[in-house]
């Protein structure tokens, strides 16, 4: 089976820009999560996606959004970009019934 | 509110050394889930293992076994006879449970420790 997928590997973006990040979940796997990772904050909970609805929502700003599509592919999207937005930015899914969430490799955003 | 403390930033041992990684948690909630992630140097997350708040039974895989006591709130971590490939930040994570009709957990991560192997 497929592992989770990020696209793109790597970004570099100008502030005041908007970027939107993509995530395949495994195969079967209906629930996405979105991590925010950087050296002072450490992982950071975004949100969480299940059946196209957000079922929780961590501590971002509006700028922060996302959605699901019915395949359980998600998007991330982040507008007005800020540098202190640069960060690796990991997806998980997981199986309905299971609690392990399998990361992908992430999306290393910069902002210049 | 939930919170994940990992208070070894950094260790160093020498091959074949045992090494044991400290996790200490807080919740509010009777049932939670505790896991452990590896995040080697590439930087994808990699699952190693998750316990049920109701199951204290240690665990052991291979090189690796995990220590869970509730009374301390802890759940650590041990590698036996470490390899050079062991090297890695190693995340420790808890998650409650919500009941959600199927819903994913939200997990909250401590700061990591970053192992180092030395030949």
């Known amino acids: 089976k497929a592992g989770v997928t990020q696209t793109p590997r790597y970004l570099i973006k100008t502030r005041g820009q908007q970027v939107t990040l993509s995530c395949s979940p495994i195969?079967?796997?209906?629930?996405v999560s979105w991590y925010q990772q950087t050296p002072g904050q450490g992982l950071q909970f975004l949100f969480e996606?299940?059946?196209?609805?957000?079922?929780n929502k961590g501590n971002f700003p509006g700028r922060f959004s996302g959605r699901q599509f019915s395949n359980s592919r998600s998007e991330m999207n982040v507008s007005t970009l800020e540098l202190g937005d640069s960060a690796l930015y990991l997806c998980?899914?997981?199986?309905?019934?299971?609690?392990?969430?399998?990361f992908g490799p992430g999306t290393r955003l910069t902002v210049t | 509110a939930q919170k994940v403390t990992q208070a070894q930033t950094e260790i160093s041992v020498v091959e074949k050394e045992d090494v044991t990684l400290d996790c200490v948690y807080e919740?509010?909630?009777?049932?939670?889930?505790l896991f452990w992630y590896k995040q080697p140097p590439s930087g994808e997350l990699v699952f190693l293992i998750r316990?049920?708040?109701?199951?204290?039974q240690n665990e052991i895989s291979g090189r690796y076994s995990w220590n869970f006591q509730k009374s301390t709130s802890s759940f650590n971590f041990t590698i036996t006879a470490s390899q050079v490939v062991d090297s890695a930040v190693y995340f420790c994570?808890?998650?409650?449970?919500?009941?959600?009709?199927?819903?994913?957990?939200?997990?909250?991560f401590g700061k990591g420790t970053l192992l180092t192997v030395n030949p």
């Open positions: 998980a899914s997981s199986s309905r019934t299971g609690h392990e969430q399998y």
């Open positions: 195969s079967g796997h209906r629930s």
């Open positions: 996606y299940f059946s196209e609805t957000q079922r």
């Open positions: 919740t509010r909630d009777t049932t939670y889930y």
């Open positions: 316990r049920n708040s109701f199951d204290e």
């Open positions: 994570a808890l998650s409650e449970a919500r009941n959600s009709g199927g819903s994913n957990y939200k997990l909250t």
